[in-house]
């Protein structure tokens, strides 16, 4: 008798521990798939000296760029972009193609208004030239829709101006890094 109940007790436990587990699968499925991650080394284009290394984390309606570029002039501001091909083989870059823009919009500003998928707000290097990077980039993806992975993440030589078309007159590619195709 002493048995039976270990044994029922024993299955009540692992029963609770399934429904558990797929309670927490349902809630990662209802939220969008579960966090993806992947990193970037950015690579100086010929004759430059900037390089960084990035992680990109799906959050929520868009893609979360964190890490460091270093190398950049103290107090500079560089054009930041996602390309549309993961090729950074040109000494230039411009292997990268242009902005990634799966929506055909005009280059723009994004913090508001029409733009490309691949338009990010300028870097700004500190005193030092390293610029932190933090910043979510709005309806691209890791998988999925309008998904960034395959592409290359670039720096610019100079400001984007948000208005230039079609690249925000932000000078050469001094900086390229590929973001792999699978996350």
């Known amino acids: 008798m002493r048995t039976t109940a270990l044994h029922i007790t024993a299955l009540a436990a692992a029963a609770l521990m399934i429904g558990c587990s797929s309670a927490d699968d349902s809630n990662k499925a209802a939220s969008g798939a579960a966090s993806r991650t992947v990193k970037v080394s950015l690579a100086p284009t010929q004759g430059r000296t900037v390089h960084g290394d990035l992680t990109l984390a799906?959050?929520?309606?868009?893609?979360?760029?964190?890490g460091k570029?270093?190398?950049?002039?103290?107090?500079?501001?560089?054009?930041?972009?996602?390309?549309?091909?993961?090729d950074c083989s040109a000494p230039?870059?411009?292997?990268?193609?242009?902005?990634?823009?799966p929506a055909s919009t005009p280059h723009g500003n994004p913090g508001g208004g029409a733009h490309h998928a691949g338009d990010i707000r300028n870097l700004v290097a500190d005193?030092?030239?390293v610029a932190s990077?933090?910043?979510i980039?709005?309806?691209?993806?890791?998988?999925?829709?309008?998904?960034v992975l395959g592409k290359a993440?670039?720096?610019?030589?100079s400001p984007d101006d948000y208005a230039s078309q079609p690249a925000g007159n932000s000078g050469a590619r001094i900086a390229c890094g590929v973001i792999p195709a699978t996350g």
Request: proline fraction near 2%.
């Open 69 to 86: 570029v270093e190398g950049l002039t103290p107090g500079s501001e560089h054009g930041f972009h996602i390309h549309e091909k993961g």
């Open 92 to 101: 230039d870059a411009s292997s990268a193609g242009g902005h990634f823009n």
């Open 137 to 147: 980039v709005e309806g691209v993806s890791i998988g999925g829709q309008n998904d």
């Open 153 to 157: 993440v670039v720096v610019h030589e």
């Open 58 to 66: 799906s959050a929520g309606t868009g893609v979360r760029i964190t």
């Open 133 to 135: 990077v933090d910043v």
């Open 127 to 129: 005193g030092s030239g």
